[in-house]
């Protein structure tokens, strides 16, 4: 454990991302102020963030809503920086898009704002998404990299089931991006592709079950080909941007393109216990448009991943062994 480096916020510390990157965060020498949501008729298990090596010296837990932007304020006084990975996630389509968007627009410019006020912030990693910039609506795009944003008009023109997590992580990004050139906040983003590997909370991880569809004997593949990125690798990148001497703008975080063909050799091959559907219906399957998804500019500014296809399935998929999902 090294020495104390300062104190950072990590905003929806129960989630799959924030509670990992809190777990390195203090590994790195940080403490570590995190928010979780109040729910009184069902207490967030926090056992696993409290037992985390470091955590009774340095890690505090407060409660925040994004309902209630000005909830996040006391989290927040007296850090360094803010990760802000909380987001309203509905891949289920069973909340209204535009009430998503209000509440995540509203809430990160309500914790931009507490950033701004404390005086002590230096600078915002903002967990975004490749669904912000991964459905322009050209299909003659090629490679698609940081200059490129979705088409809001296309997304609610084709309104698909999970399109409404796509366009609520396009207009905060922006939104958040403008708000800190207009108020001199140092703010990056990082927009990383499915996150895959193991997890220390204790619920099934969302883009775990998505990306072990097959594992999980799930029908719904409508997300293949896709792109990913080993959590670690994330949590690695969060924690370079944010010490990075000057970072600006977006940042494109995925190392891994994974075709349905690939996950079934995969699966085939090392875990013949699942019943994975047969190669020749597979072949049947049309599946997402294919795109090249470029994350250049953060290898061009020093960073490097760590690890690849076969770790960070082998990873999940024994980590949802030892949890009992699979």
């Given at each position: 454990m090294e020495e104390n480096k300062g104190k950072v916020c990590v905003t929806g510390g129960t989630g799959y991302i924030a509670s990992w990157l809190i777990m390195r965060l203090l590994e790195?020498?940080?403490?570590?102020?995190?928010?979780?949501?109040?729910?009184?008729?069902?207490?967030?298990?926090?056992?696993?963030?409290?037992?985390l090596p470091g955590a009774t010296q340095n890690l505090q837990i407060f409660k925040a809503d994004l309902g209630n932007p000005e909830s996040f304020d006391s989290a927040i006084q007296g850090c360094i920086g803010v990760f802000h990975v909380a987001a309203t996630i509905d891949l289920e389509g069973?909340?209204?898009?535009?009430?998503?968007?209000k509440t995540s627009i509203n809430a990160t410019l309500g914790i931009l704002r507490a950033c701004q006020n404390s005086?002590?912030?230096?600078?915002?990693?903002?967990?975004?998404?490749?669904?912000?910039v991964a459905s322009s609506g050209n299909k003659d795009d090629q490679v698609v990299d940081e200059s490129f944003w979705s088409n809001i008009d296309f997304l609610r023109a084709r309104n698909r089931l999970r399109d409404s997590y796509a366009i609520s992580k396009?207009?905060?990004?922006?939104?958040?991006?403008?708000?800190?050139?207009?108020?001199?906040?140092?703010?990056?983003?990082?927009?990383?592709?499915?996150?895959?590997?193991?997890?220390?909370?204790?619920?099934?991880a969302g883009s775990v079950h998505v990306a072990l569809a097959m594992a999980f004997g799930n029908k719904d593949l409508n997300w293949y080909p896709l792109h990913a990125v080993h959590?670690?690798?994330l949590a690695r990148a969060c924690l370079f941007l944010f010490e990075h001497s000057n970072p600006k703008g977006r940042y494109i975080c995925s190392s891994e393109?994974?075709?349905?063909?690939?996950?079934?050799?995969?699966?085939?091959?090392?875990?013949?216990?699942?019943?994975?559907?047969?190669?020749?219906?597979?072949r049947e399957f049309k599946g997402r448009e294919k795109y090249d998804l470029s994350s250049k500019k953060?290898?061009?500014?020093?960073?490097?991943?760590?690890?690849?296809?076969?770790?960070?399935?082998d990873e999940a998929i024994q980590c949802c062994k030892e949890k009992g999902y699979l």
């Open positions: 790195n020498g940080y403490a570590v102020n995190t928010t979780v949501r109040s729910n009184p008729e069902n207490k967030k298990d926090v056992n696993f963030l409290t037992s069973k909340e209204i898009e535009e009430i998503v968007t005086k002590t912030v230096k600078r915002v990693v903002y967990t975004s998404s490749v669904s912000a396009t207009l905060t990004e922006k939104a958040a991006l403008e708000f800190a050139e207009q108020n001199g906040i140092d703010v990056v983003t990082i927009l990383p592709s499915l996150v895959v590997g193991p997890f220390i909370c204790p619920k099934l959590v670690e690798d393109f994974v075709t349905i063909e690939r996950m079934y050799e995969f699966l085939s091959n090392n875990y013949p216990e699942f019943e994975v559907p047969t190669i020749d219906s597979l953060l290898l061009d500014s020093g960073f490097r991943f760590k690890y690849g296809f076969d770790e960070m399935f």
